[in-house]
């Protein structure tokens, strides 16, 4: 704050408008070396570059303050919680900013493209030393993204909340598999969840986990949260099919069971994250 109040200082000296970006903001979130005053820190920096506009004598609002600034995350929790009240009040999406003039707003920019290289196997075709033309698969970026997804998957079931539900299922462990995986399963087929626009009031342990992981991320106008890409859709599909795999018979016979018993009530607790 110290520095940004300079900095603010020497703007308004030159008459001008300075702009403050902060990259790697979920290291304040997240990171093991750093305790409970990073997110303190990040929300005293969102608090000093959101100052309202001030009214001028013709009624036309004003900047208080020449900064602007510009945050960038990679971690979606971090970003629902940044942009989420009291934090944030209104945020619009860039497309949608020029078009939106009803007062001051935070402006988000969401990238599609899917984090890390492409999990895709790729056949190249390359010339030898002796003219043949023969193929190059990569297989890596593959064996990267597969190691990348099940270090999430690892995230959310070392989840706190999902830890909670776990223990709860202690005795009945087919229990706790229905809840996570038919929960992720719904997910899935949905292009979106609706949730409440303040991160505090995402109580669902399951979906909490996902966002945590960044298998599920915020999108805003209205807010609610989408499975990161096509990709990470059917590889979520995928480890489902292969767990359900290693049941016994007598495992399946009492999962399907529970299935057709709680399945409405599965399916409503995610429909209804907003209420």
């Known amino acids: ?11 308004m000296a030159a008459k001008r408008s300075a702009v403050v970006a902060f990259l790697h903001i979920d290291v304040l979130m997240n990171s093991l070396f ?3 005053r990073g997110e303190e820190l990040l929300g005293i920096l969102l608090e000093c570059l959101q100052q309202p506009p001030n009214l001028c004598r013709d009624g036309e609002s004003q900047n208080s303050t020449p900064l602007r600034a510009i945050f960038q995350t990679s971690d979606g929790a971090t970003a629902f919680w940044a942009l989420s009240p009291p934090t944030t009040d209104r945020v619009v999406t860039l497309p949608m900013a020029a078009e939106s003039g009803d007062g001051v707003a935070v ?8 984090s890390g290289v492409d999990e895709e196997v790729h056949a190249a075709p390359a010339h030898i030393g002796n003219g043949l033309l023969k193929d190059v698969i990569c297989v890596q970026s593959s064996g990267y993204v597969e190691r990348i997804f099940e270090w999430q998957m690892d995230q959310v079931l070392a989840h706190p909340a999902v830890l909670n539900i776990r223990s709860s299922h202690a005795e009945a462990p087919t229990a706790f598999a229905l809840v996570l995986w038919e929960s ?3 997910i899935c087929r949905r292009s979106q969840l609706s949730v409440p626009a303040r991160a505090d009031d995402l109580k669902h342990p399951i979906v909490q986990a996902l966002l945590h992981a ?3 991320e915020p999108r805003w106008g209205p807010t609610r949260l989408i499975v990161a890409n096509e990709g990470t859709k059917q590889r979520l599909l995928r480890w489902i099919d292969e767990q359900h795999a290693k049941l016994s018979w007598s495992q399946r016979a009492e ?7 709680d399945r409405h ?10 209420c």
Request: proline content about 2%.
């Open 1 to 11: 704050p110290g520095l940004l109040a300079a900095l603010e200082a020497v703007a």
């Open 34 to 36: 750093i305790d409970g």
């Open 107 to 114: 402006c988000v920019v969401t990238s599609e493209e899917e």
């Open 184 to 186: 992720i399963r719904h």
């Open 214 to 216: 960044n298998l599920l």
């Open 255 to 261: 999962y399907n069971l529970q299935l057709f018993r």
């Open 265 to 274: 009530e599965i399916t409503r607790q995610l429909d209804r994250l907003a």
